[in-house]
């Protein structure tokens, strides 16, 4: 089946008329390919493996450029689109504790209140559990209550 390669997001066309990659730059032309055989000649491919790494160099740096541009506003876009989800379905949220509004009222007053009674702390009382009387067996077959004193 045949499909137009524009409108298939993982090819290159799609993304390059998207505007999700570069279309136009000088560093693209290096990568094309030439179909000219030349004669060997270690120093001109030592100096084409230089270039083509400084090329590359170049060309990631352009990208990042591009990238970094591109997403320029997503973070503030990101923001107002949970807050418009926020308002839309704020009755699905926790209803707040009258305690935590008052909290919160405080806050944002940035009023202090002090007062001047000292809060006591109390700390909880342990109580001791009741052991519950354990019955043994003796040898003969009589039953004795086993008494462990515990600290």
Known sequence: MKRNPRKLKWTKA????????MVVDSTLQ?????????RYNRDHIETTVGAMKRVEEIRS??????YKKR???NKE??????????EENSH????????ERLAREEREAGVEKMSDVE?????????KKKVKPRLRRTVDGSIV?????MD
């Open 77 to 86: 876009r990101q923001k107002q689109a949970d807050r418009k989800l926020v």
């Open 92 to 99: 699905l949220l926790p209803r707040e504790r009258g305690s």
């Open 145 to 149: 209550l086993d008494r462990m004193d």
């Open 71 to 73: 997403m320029a506003g």
């Open 61 to 66: 740096r352009r990208e990042r450029a591009f």
């Open 14 to 21: 799609f993304r390059k008329s998207a505007g999700k990659e």
């Open 30 to 38: 290096f990568a094309a390919r030439r179909n000219v055989p030349v």
């Open 119 to 127: 809060e006591e702390v109390v700390e909880p009382v342990k109580q």
